[in-house]
């Protein structure tokens, strides 16, 4: 004999279903606030107002950058506009992902005669170097660089 299907039943099964749903949705969001790094700029309208001007200040720089890793040595070409090496007063550089800051790490360059170096230990993925450069006259440079690590 089979069992009767009853309203309790049905009720039983949407809150089961619905709890499901809302349950995974709640982890899903958590996981993306706890993994978001953070905001960029603290105002967006501020930045914006001097955005032009850094950007044709930093193009007639006529820079060139690269970035490559392989061996545990990332290695960052930075050319002028005559194809010579360029040595900015200061540089600072992080590298880590897109995604999250857990992995971001601080890098340390020397100079081997044709680019800055330093050591990484880098995972399979895609990385971002987030630097900037102050040139001779005192010009930003800002650049963020993509790495795509294929190990």
Same mark, same amino acid.
């Given at each position: ?89 200061? $540089? +600072? %550089? =992080?590298?880590?992902?897109? #995604? ?5 790490? @601080? /890098? ?22 987030? $630097? +900037? %450069? =102050?040139?001779?006259?005192? #010009? ?5 660089? @993509? /790495?795509?690590?294929?190990?």
């Amino acid at each position: 004999m089979p069992k009767e299907l009853t309203g309790r039943h049905v009720l039983f099964g949407f809150v089961a279903a619905f709890g499901i749903i809302i349950s995974v949705n709640l982890l899903l969001a958590y996981n993306a606030v706890k993994t978001f790094p953070g905001l960029e700029v603290k105002n967006s309208y501020v930045a914006s107002q001097q955005f032009n001007e850094r950007k044709a200040a930093q193009e007639a720089l006529g820079w060139d950058v690269s970035a490559s890793a392989e061996a545990g040595v990332l290695r960052l070409v930075m050319n002028g506009a005559d194809g010579n090496p360029v040595y900015p007063t200061s $540089m +600072e %550089a =992080v590298l880590g992902r897109a #995604t999250q800051v857990k992995d971001d790490q @601080v /890098l340390e360059f020397t100079h081997d005669g044709t680019a800055f170096v330093a050591p990484v230990q880098l995972e399979r993925g895609n990385w971002n170097i987030r $630097m +900037e %450069a =102050v040139a001779e006259d005192g #010009t930003l440079y800002t650049q963020r660089l @993509v /790495l795509h690590v294929k190990k």
